[in-house]
């Protein structure tokens, strides 16, 4: 299973980006997915996520600026930020919960990181 995401960029304090990130792979379903971001120096924080049935929760921080959204046919997730400011640097990853089912009906359950990409907010 693996996960592409493109988007990121350099964009000046109150400008937009759009972040998506495809699966592939040995995919039978996808339930959770999300989008987490990590500032220089920092920890790798949880920024948004969405279920398979479109529930969505975002950080304090991204609450209102931010929206998650999936399609769920094209195995994508997408991130439309408005509003950057430049606390919002750093690299973004995408993460999906996944299910592969097997064909003698067992089947297997984990998780998959897309390999970052960078959002850079200048002031």
């Known amino acids: 299973v693996q996960l592409q995401a493109s988007g990121g960029g350099l964009v000046q304090a109150g400008g937009s980006l759009r972040l998506s990130c495809a699966a592939s792979g040995s995919i039978s379903s996808i339930n959770g997915m999300e989008w987490h971001r990590q500032a220089p120096g920092k920890q790798r924080e949880l920024v948004a996520t969405?279920?398979?049935?479109?529930?969505?929760n975002y950080a304090d921080s991204v609450k209102g600026r931010f929206t998650i959204s999936r399609d769920n046919a094209k195995a994508t997730v997408y991130l439309q930020m408005n509003s950057l400011k430049p606390e919002d640097t750093g690299v973004y990853y995408c993460a999906a919960d996944y299910i592969h089912l097997n064909q003698d009906s067992t089947y297997e359950v984990g998780r998959a990181w897309g390999q970052g990409t960078q959002v850079t907010v200048s002031s």
């Open positions: 969405i279920t398979k049935d479109h529930s969505i």
